[in-house]
């Protein structure tokens, strides 16, 4: 009889550790970017994709950690799959030659080019639909971002950023041409 038990506690924790392991992929959590944390060596080669996007905000978020939106941009790049790698890097190119502005004129991970008090409030991720929705707040207001992400070489890759303004939605793709 305790034989029995036994098996049943074990089947028991192998069914629903399981379950609650492959649950908090979609749970909402907040993980805590960290200096040491997001760097693309800490982050390795298959990042828990909430704490990657997390990590985008970092700059943000913590003040000590200021070098404007450089550190995001070059993670994001480091992350990116191929076609948004390019198109940023088109991006960069024109900017360079021609001494200013582009395609992009505001800070893609802040929907702006002034933030103060960001916070991120809430992140999910689902992972049928390989999207990590993240909700941030900047200036009191609540802006909901979600990060697109695509398979290559069996690794999830950030694809495209979508931005829900009121009234309209805007993709990070159709700026970047």
């Not at 030659?97 to 080019?113: E, H, P, T």
Request: proline share 3%.
């Amino acid at each position: 009889m305790r034989e029995f038990r036994l098996f049943f506690a074990a089947l028991l924790f192998a069914l629903f550790g399981s379950v609650s392991v492959s649950a908090a992929q979609s749970e909402v959590t907040a993980p805590v970017p960290t200096t040491s944390g997001c760097t693309t060596k800490a982050l390795g080669r298959h990042p828990d994709p909430r704490l990657l996007v997390a990590c985008f905000y970092l700059p943000f978020v913590d003040g000590s950690f200021m070098d404007e939106d450089y550190k995001s941009l070059k993670l994001l790049t480091a992350f990116a799959s191929r076609d948004l790698k390019g198109r940023l890097r088109r991006e960069a190119e024109c900017q360079i030659r021609i001494g200013g502005i582009c395609s992009l004129d505001y800070n893609m991970f802040i929907w702006g080019q002034d933030f103060e008090n960001v916070r991120i409030l809430e992140t999910r991720f689902d992972p049928t639909r390989k999207i990590v929705s993240i909700l941030i707040e900047n200036f009191g207001n609540t802006i909901l971002f979600d990060y697109y992400f695509v398979t290559e070489n069996g690794t999830l890759r950030v694809d495209n950023i979508v931005y829900h303004l009121i009234g309209r939605d805007e993709s990070l793709k159709d700026f970047l041409k």
